[in-house]
């Protein structure tokens, strides 16, 4: 079974453009999460899609959204980039939600 | 907030020895605990969950709801053992792929 990927791999942007971070969860998986990897912040949670529906959302700003496409595919957009949207950004699918998660290799985001 | 502490950025060992990684959580409920691994070039990956109360790779893990903690055993610990260790916590009712992650331990086995 394939895992989950994530596209593109390294990203870099410039400060004010917005960017879009795409995710395909593992065949099934009806439930799929980002989250931000930060060397200070840690793995910090974004938000959670199930049926293409939001279901959970973490403490970041509106700039941050995402949706979820009937094949359960996912995609994250920041809008009005800052220095420090500077990232991993991680996609993680499960079948029904919950804990058990499975991750993608993440997206390395650079803001210049 | 809910927060997941480990106190340990490091922890180095000898082959052979047994490893502690220590884990609290906040209490609030009653949340799933985890225990990700993350071995070097390689993606994250969940190593065990509390409700399981398995042993994989030889690792343990006791959840202590009087103490709140969650900490990660292995009595012998081998060269392939070390990685980034991250212990999560699921959130409350409704919310329970809302993973909250700890900072993270890297351990480093040693000949």
């Known amino acids: 079974k394939a895992g989950v990927t994530q596209t593109p791999r390294y990203l870099i942007k410039t400060r004010g453009q917005q960017v879009t971070l795409s995710c395909s969860p593992i065949?099934?998986?009806?439930?799929v999460s980002w989250y931000q990897q930060t060397p200070g912040q840690g793995l910090q949670f974004l938000f959670e899609?199930?049926?293409?529906?939001?279901?959970n959302k973490g403490n970041f700003p509106g700039r941050f959204s995402g949706r979820q496409f009937s094949n359960s595919r996912s995609e994250m957009n920041v809008s009005t980039l800052e220095l420090g949207d500077s990232a991993l950004y991680l996609c993680?699918?499960?079948?029904?939600?919950?804990?058990?998660?499975?991750f993608g290799p993440g997206t390395r985001l650079t803001v210049t | 907030a809910q927060r997941v502490t480990q106190p340990e950025k490091l922890l180095s060992v000898f082959k052979g020895a047994p490893v502690e990684l220590k884990c609290n959580y906040s209490?609030?409920?009653?949340?799933?605990l985890f225990w990700y691994v993350q071995y070097s070039r390689q993606r994250l990956q969940l190593l065990l969950r509390?409700?399981s109360r398995e042993s994989i790779k030889g690792f343990t893990a006791d959840l202590n709801k009087g103490e709140t903690s969650f900490h990660l055993k292995k009595p012998f610990a081998q060269e392939e053992d070390s990685a980034m260790y991250y212990c999560?916590?699921?959130?409350?009712?409704?919310?329970?792929?809302?993973?909250?992650f700890g900072t993270g331990t890297r351990l480093q086995v040693t000949l």
């Open positions: 209490y609030s409920g009653s949340p799933e």
């Open positions: 999560a916590r699921g959130g409350d009712t409704g919310t329970a792929s809302k993973l909250t």
């Open positions: 065949s099934g998986h009806r439930s």
């Open positions: 993680a699918s499960s079948f029904a939600g919950g804990g058990e998660q499975y």
């Open positions: 899609y199930f049926s293409e529906t939001q279901r």
């Open positions: 509390h409700i």
